[in-house]
Nanobody, 126 residues
């Protein structure tokens, strides 16, 4: 049974920074790509960033490229999302997800992820 627990969300002013963390248990963390998705009120869930099992290859949504950085520490079973230069439109619930398959590419497609965290709220005020 995979468990993903996110933390680090909160309220921040526009231009500020937050770092989200997601700690996984239940499978060999270092074998799986990890991703971050978000869902704003009234909108569909959207891809934010993903990283491959090794931490070498990452993929970003155009809307966050250059502002957000995904990273992982396989020794701590944790993936991070460093969010800088935050904008009000970044306000959403952010979800951590783990790939269905081992040694998979860092996909943008939520269907490639089989395990999800409970989400953490990020609110950016203008």
């Amino acid at each position: 049974q995979v468990q993903l627990v996110e933390s680090g969300g909160g309220l921040v002013q526009a231009g500020g920074s937050l770092r989200l963390s997601c700690t996984a248990s239940g499978r060999t963390f270092s074998h799986y790509a990890m991703g971050w998705f978000r869902q704003a009120p009234g909108k569909e869930r959207e891809f934010v960033a993903a990283i491959d099992w090794s931490g070498i290859t990452a993929n970003y949504a155009d809307s966050v490229k250059g502002r957000f950085t995904i990273s992982r520490d396989n020794a701590k079973n944790t993936v991070y999302l460093q969010m800088d230069s935050l904008k009000p439109e970044d306000t959403a619930v952010y979800y951590c997800a783990q790939s269905r398959l081992t040694f998979n590419r860092p996909s943008r497609d939520s269907a490639d992820f089989g395990s999800w965290g409970q989400g953490t709220q990020v609110t950016v005020s203008s």
